[in-house]
């Protein structure tokens, strides 16, 4: 039964400033405040409220430490704890699950997916939240309940409020940039490809860490080689759970495998790994897993090969594309015919754009194998008449300026970062 929420321990009276209305301040606030606490959300990058009055300062791990309330909540001695802290310690009593928390570099998204698809195939029913939005899955399958949210800690409240109706036996979140403390079951999927945030300061993979320092004691976690470091569980090259195209290999122990004929492993391989050793970590069996992912063959957004009206179409348009996620999908997509190729960025739905530098010397190095390209985004927009094409406000507007001019045989690329 679930237990009734308390004050979280260390908060006592004190009057809380929860920084940061873009991304999660206002739902976080709101919940302090359900549990009896004198919480205010504050927009910080275009106003200056004054946070001498407050005793707690509830902050984002991206934001700038220059930014000028930081700084000041810095200068008067506040104490200053993380957005992922937070939610974590005003969720706790709240928890009737078990959870599993991805985060990481890349592959977050698949492997929440794919956990929650080998999970619900023994154990029920499980909840994901992902870019994709919150999904109830059951027997392998989900179907959506709700869509639009960032994978900010703030949604995790989001997430755990929709589990409640349904009663699930665990919930499966990806968060960005760490972990909430909140998890038995810790998946940090890649450190590959870090970056810098917060102004440059810090690296996404130290501030992912958090999964780490906020972790209970007794939880499970599971982390990639290259993270580099000491997990319970570890997976890919060199690690105790991996795969190759027909097996998945856990310890000296190989399983075989059938995955689905169009799927681009290369692309999946992470994913596959991560969800595997969790799903093993948490009392599958190995025949189990295996038979769960029979037949796997992509998730939409996601490098998913389809066809339509003979078409041959690549969708591997999502909130983590990269540069790499481009030239992929050039590569898996020669052939015969034409080939047309949306690509670019949704802005307003994404935190942080594509690399447009590194997408556009791409564009430059391989433009002759390209029949149809189109540009997303006000960012590509300077750069049309270089690569002598046209533009879209959208990835809507892209595929519907180039679907009508392919027919059987051609190809078509879809590669714009956005949520979806």
Request: some cysteine; overall charge negative; charged content about 25%.
């Amino acid at each position: 039964m679930r237990r009734q929420p308390g004050l979280p321990q260390g908060y006592g009276n004190a009057k809380v400033a929860v920084l940061d209305t873009i991304h999660g301040a206002a739902v976080i606030a709101k919940k302090m405040e359900e549990r009896g606490l004198n919480a205010t959300a504050l927009e910080v990058y275009h106003h200056m409220p004054d946070v001498s009055g407050f005793d707690l300062i509830v902050a984002p791990v991206h934001l700038w430490p220059g930014n000028p309330i930081l700084s000041e909540a810095r200068r008067l001695g506040k104490k200053t704890i993380t957005h992922h802290r937070a939610v974590g310690d005003i969720l706790e009593s709240e928890r009737d699950f078990e959870v599993f928390e991805v985060t990481g570099t890349h592959s977050k998204t698949s492997t929440a997916l794919l956990l929650s698809r080998l999970l619900s195939a023994s154990s029920g029913k499980v909840v994901s939240h992902t870019t994709r939005g919150i999904e109830l899955w059951e027997s392998g399958r989900s179907r959506v309940l709700g869509s639009g949210l960032s994978i900010t800690p703030g949604s995790v409240i989001k997430a755990f409020e929709a589990a409640g109706a349904f009663h699930p036996e665990a919930i499966v979140s990806e968060v960005s940039l760490g972990g909430t403390g909140l998890a038995d079951y810790n998946i940090l999927t890649s450190f590959g490809g870090d970056y810098r945030i917060a102004g440059g300061t810090m690296w996404a993979s130290t501030a992912k860490l958090q999964m780490i320092s906020l972790a209970r004691p007794g939880t499970c976690l599971i982390a990639n080689t290259d993270t580099r470091i000491s997990p319970d569980l570890s997976f890919g090259p060199g690690g105790t759970v991996g795969f190759s195209a027909h097996q998945v290999k856990i310890g000296e122990k190989k399983v075989p495998l059938v995955l689905g004929d169009d799927l681009d492993l290369e692309s999946y391989t992470t994913a596959l790994s991560a969800a595997s050793a969790a799903a093993l970590a948490a009392g599958m069996n190995t025949t189990s897993i295996s038979e769960a992912l029979e037949g796997f063959d992509g998730f939409g957004g996601r490098m998913k090969k389809t066809v339509v009206d003979g078409i041959v179409i690549y969708d591997n348009s999502n909130s983590g594309l990269r540069v790499s996620g481009v030239e992929r999908a050039l590569d898996l997509a020669r052939g015969e015919g034409k080939l047309g190729l949306v690509v670019g960025e949704e802005a307003e739905t994404v935190c942080e754009g594509v690399d447009v530098d590194r997408l556009v010397e791409l564009l430059r190095r391989r433009r002759q194998e390209i029949d149809l390209l189109v540009l997303v985004g006000e960012r590509m927009e300077p750069y049309a008449q270089d690569l002598d094409t046209t533009t879209a406000r959208d990835l809507d507007a892209g595929l519907d300026s180039v679907t009508p001019v392919l027919g059987p045989g051609d190809r078509l690329l879809s590669c714009v970062k956005c949520f979806r």
